[in-house]
């Protein structure tokens, strides 16, 4: 048996890891995003690839809605693919205003987040049944006014 001797430390290793997850941080907060939504699955999903492929296609469809097919704009965001105390995973989304010159309202937005998720995902979406606990929905958060 060979052995590897390394002269590297493991602070050393760690750190450009540490140091991009501060630039991660850095650059979300100089982001004013202006919606909060969580992205579900009908079916339970637990292959991380998977989920991450279908949060691409999401990316791209709606980006391509926004300002079209063959436009190279896309839409401001930032997602988390976390895994739920079942095991099954969903998204978090923090996305910014597509067109700060012409914003979208919110019914606008959630029917647009609701029909391109149904498309890429299989999954509708079901905005409505989520309440906030003075009754109005909490599905689709607003962050600026």
């Known amino acids: 048996m060979v052995d590897l001797h390394f002269n590297t430390k ?3 290793i760690e750190l450009p890891r540490i140091k991009r997850r501060a630039q991660y941080i850095y650059d979300i907060t100089q982001q004013d995003f202006d919606w909060f939504v969580t992205l579900t699955f009908r079916y339970k999903k ?48 923090l996305l910014k205003e597509p067109k700060p010159e012409t914003p979208i309202g919110k019914e606008q937005m959630k029917s647009l987040v609701r029909a391109k998720w149904l498309a890429v995902s299989g999954s509708n979406l079901d905005m409505s049944a989520h309440k906030n606990s003075s009754g109005e929905d909490d599905d689709l958060k607003r962050f600026s006014s």
């Open 46 to 93: 637990t292959d991380h690839d998977e989920v991450v492929l279908l949060a691409k296609k999401f990316f791209d469809s709606l980006s391509a809605d926004l300002f079209g097919k063959r436009s190279k704009k896309r839409i401001i965001h930032f997602s988390a693919i976390e895994r739920h105390t079942d095991g099954y995973l969903h998204i978090h989304v």
């Open 10 to 12: 493991p602070e050393d």
